[in-house]
């Protein structure tokens, strides 16, 4: 048993709390009865003074040689046992004393209840007056407390023989209920211990409680999940990533050996070299763009917001592509309103996605298509669309354009890319807080739009 343990600090708060409570009951409860038992006394004390009083009245009356003295002895003696009577006349001498029951009552000038020991015993006292033919007695009456004494005795007997019971069952209830309660604790530690990278799959056993536990259980579940999710997307993407190098490589190695075999012309070396050159490029484009990934997945890249001109931006960007669509036979051109082209976004950033969204364009768009970057002002944002008359995409394919390494079965047979374009783009659209729309028709062409918040105007 170790304090480091819930059940067993639960148990302690749960006894001390416990052992507290009973002392308290404990403690007013004693004091309560002997309060009560005391003042039955009391009351009937003050009773028999009443009593004695009438007495004296009635019998002066019917008898003529009345003498209070004998008729306060006679009282005395048909008062219950350990109750005695002391009758003082005006001057405070002894009157009627007792004597023969051998207890002196001592002489108390002052009237009321109080406690006092007569021959080593516990007595109440009351001290009162009667009147009698014009003269005041001083009266007191005493009764033992010995069977109050008994009685709170035997109830504090009783006291300390029940409350270290109670509290021994109780301790042992408690200690027996936190063991229950906390018992699925136990099996889950048990479990998480076991997960490990390779079997994130397992779950916790989730107890059907309604409680904190069941509450526990669930949402490590959900962060197993989502562990689980992320973990198998790290593993796919470093498997596609290895793929994705590895061709370019045996592209280069096969190209190096068939050169090296036996021995060539010139030209031949030279595109041996152009093979080369082209798969290096390949990897470079590969590498760059799993680096951004990598850095924007682990939020190195910063990416500040500044007023960025969309409508300069975009006439920079399609006169340094026109040459490149010039080239496939596509027409190229941007639309925007000068006065309103002014969006909130991280110039580098938006730059990269811009381009990103334009290169696919132009590479899925047939010769003698056009391309349009346009940028429309509306509810406070700058609309940015990207729109082609190219192949489109096909619904199937919709879903999936944006994970990584994804390509469609055409643009991987036709097209140069890695795949990884879009989902570039879109983690810059999440930076932004925007999200990429898509819509396309298959043979006709597709567009992709994302919005940015209006920036203030330069000038
Ligand atoms: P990549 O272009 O290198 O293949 P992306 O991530 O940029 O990779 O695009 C993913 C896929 O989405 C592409 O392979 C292609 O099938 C489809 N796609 C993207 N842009 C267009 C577009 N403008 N027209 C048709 N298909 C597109």
Avoid at 248 to 272: F, G, H, M, N
Avoid at 302 to 309: C, E
Avoid at 334 to 356: C, F, M
Avoid at 402 to 426: C, M, N, P, V, W
């Amino acid at each position: 048993m170790s304090l480091r343990s819930i059940q067993v600090r639960l148990t302690l708060w749960y006894s001390a709390s416990m052992t507290i409570g009973l002392v308290f009951f404990a403690g007013v409860m004693w004091f309560a009865l002997k309060h009560r038992l005391v003042a039955d006394i009391d009351e009937r004390l003050a009773d028999q003074v009443r009593g004695l009083q009438a007495v004296i009245d009635s019998e002066a009356n019917a008898n003529e040689h009345f003498v209070i003295e004998e008729e306060t002895a006679e009282f005395s003696r048909e008062l219950p046992e350990h109750t005695y009577v002391q009758l003082r006349d005006e001057a405070g001498r002894v009157l009627v004393a007792n004597a023969d029951k051998g207890v002196t009552i001592p002489i108390v000038g002052v009237s009321g209840y109080q406690t006092t020991e007569l021959a080593g015993k516990p007595f109440r006292m009351f001290n009162s007056a009667i009147r009698h033919g014009g003269k005041v007695y001083g009266t007191a009456i005493v009764a033992s407390l010995e069977d109050v004494e008994e009685i709170i005795h035997d109830f504090r007997n009783l006291l300390l023989l029940l409350i270290p019971g109670i509290l021994g069952f109780s301790t042992f209830g408690g200690y027996w209920m936190s063991r229950r309660a906390l018992a699925p604790v136990d099996g889950i530690t048990q479990v998480a211990k076991s997960i490990t990278v390779q079997n994130l799959s397992r779950r916790l056993e989730v107890p059907d409680t309604c409680d904190e536990l069941q509450r526990m259980s669930e949402a490590w579940n959900e962060v197993l999940e989502r562990l689980d999710g992320a973990v198998q997307k790290i593993v796919k993407f470093t498997a596609d990533a290895s793929h994705e190098l590895r061709t370019p490589v045996a592209v280069i190695r096969a190209a190096a050996e068939l050169s090296l075999r036996s021995d060539r012309e010139p030209d031949q070396y030279k595109e041996t070299l152009r093979i080369v050159e082209r798969e290096a490029k390949r990897m470079t484009d590969l590498t760059e763009s799993l680096l951004t990934l990598a850095r924007m997945d682990s939020n190195i890249v910063d990416m500040p917001l500044a007023s960025v001109d969309i409508g300069q931006l975009s006439t920079e960007l399609v006169h340094h592509l026109d040459p490149v669509a010039a080239d496939r036979g596509i027409s190229i051109r941007t639309q925007y309103d000068p006065s309103r082209s002014i969006a909130l976004a991280n110039e580098p950033g938006i730059r990269r996605l811009i381009l990103i969204l334009l290169h696919n364009a132009i590479k899925y768009t047939s010769p003698g298509g056009d391309v349009l970057l346009s940028s429309v002002p509306g509810n406070g944002r700058l609309w940015i669309t990207i729109r082609d008359s190219g192949e489109g995409i096909a619904p199937d394919h919709m879903p999936h354009i944006f994970e990584r390494f994804y390509r469609a079965d055409s643009a991987r047979s036709t097209h140069e890319g890695a795949g990884l374009g879009l989902s570039i783009a879109k983690t810059i659209a999440d930076i932004h807080g925007t999200k990429i729309e898509v819509s396309s028709a298959p043979g006709l062409g597709s567009s992709f739009t994302f919005s940015l918040y209006e920036g203030e105007s330069f000038t």
